[in-house]
């Protein structure tokens, strides 16, 4: 069983649309969550992070934790064709100030707005 | 914001040849950066964990003599390809932490690297 699971999907959904996308982990010592957004033959950038359970938003993007069913969610409100992208759910065991703590990551799901 | 640049972006290289893939933060000091592999579809797997002025930590499964890691100051970490064969195509991404309240790590924008 992968660390972290993930539907790759594709998804497509109409532009306006909200989009749910999920991931499930298996190691309940992961603390720290991450959304990362991927664009065709570019490398990951980083959209949001959780800590611990708990919910956070930022503009359209609100990503949600539950430690409990060991679930992570990313919505997008307002979808928009520029949001078609393949985005990675991520987590960590701790934060390290010295920036050498492993993320490990989901499949990674491809997510198509159409206008 | 952190920035980490990598180049090349797209490498084609002979089999049996070297391919040198190179990694910057350019606004910051990373003593760690790691190394990952995507293959078509998938996911991020992570390669080895680079650090600076020591040796590189290796993934299981993951060949430390072909995939040679330099750690060679604070802001450059470089993966050289040995002995490349074509299923050693593949994106190559690497990522440094700048260690600071904005958790989370940056990511170069990948090399694709094709074997012939």
């Known amino acids: 069983q992968k660390e972290v699971e993930q539907d790759p999907g594709p998804l497509s959904v109409p532009e306006g649309a909200i989009v749910s996308l999920n991931c499930t982990y298996s190691?309940?010592?992961?603390?720290?969550f991450m959304w990362y957004r991927q664009y065709s033959r570019k490398g990951p950038e980083l959209l949001m992070y959780t800590y611990s359970s708990g919910n956070k938003e930022d503009g359209r993007f609100t990503a949600q934790v539950d430690k409990s069913s060991k679930y992570i969610s990313l919505f997008i409100r307002d979808s928009q064709p520029s949001d078609s992208a393949t985005y990675l759910c991520?987590?960590?065991?701790?934060?390290?100030?010295?920036?050498?703590?492993?993320?490990?990551f989901g499949t990674g799901t491809r997510l198509t707005i159409i206008p | 914001g952190a920035v980490v640049s990598q180049h090349p972006s797209r490498v084609i290289c002979k089999s049996g040849t070297s391919v040198k893939i190179e990694c910057r933060s350019l606004?910051?000091?990373?003593?760690?950066m790691f190394w990952y592999r995507q293959f078509p579809k998938q996911s991020l797997m992570l390669m080895a964990t680079s650090n600076e002025g020591s040796k590189a930590t290796y993934e299981q499964g993951v060949e430390k003599d072909k995939f040679l890691i330099n750690h060679a100051s604070l802001t450059l970490s470089t993966l050289t390809v040995t002995s490349a064969h074509p299923e050693d195509s593949s994106f190559y991404i690497c990522s440094a932490e700048q260690g600071s309240s904005n958790y989370g790590y940056t990511f170069g924008s990948g090399t694709r690297l094709t074997v012939v």
């Open positions: 606004d910051f000091q990373a003593t760690t």
């Open positions: 991520a987590s960590s065991l701790a934060f390290s100030n010295f920036g050498n703590e492993k993320l490990t």
């Open positions: 190691n309940s010592a992961f603390q720290y």
